[in-house]
């Protein structure tokens, strides 16, 4: 990441921390006082980007979003997996019963 990209993101945090609006003027006010020459185009990139949003709530909620996707991924396997849950019972008990017959226990 160059110098520039890390200081629009910089800028990003410290307006998003004072709860100030994100706008390209004001994350060019921040750059130019910081003494970084940055591209025009991520002044406004950014600007739209996070328009309207909470970057502080984006920042607690990183991994909530990859937590989500593989729950509704769960649920949706288990909606699958009633469908025959009795079959997989008489499975199970036939292979605990099939470890009785070997002759011998856990203690032998």
């Keep these: 990441m160059s110098v520039a990209e890390k200081a629009i993101v910089y800028a990003t945090l ?9 706008t390209a003027d004001k994350l060019e006010a921040i750059t130019k006082a910081a003494g970084v020459a940055v591209e025009p185009i991520y002044f406004d990139l950014f600007a739209k980007a996070f328009a309207g949003k909470d970057v502080n709530e984006l920042l607690l909620n ?47």
Aim: glycine share 8%.
């Design 62 to 108: 990183v991994g909530s979003a990859a937590a989500a996707a593989p729950a509704a991924g769960a649920a949706a396997a288990a909606g699958a997996a009633d469908a025959a849950p009795a079959e997989e019972e008489k499975k199970a008990e036939e292979e605990e019963e099939s470890d009785d017959d070997m002759g011998f226990g856990l203690f032998d």
């Design 14 to 22: 410290i307006l998003a921390d004072d709860n100030v609006e994100i």
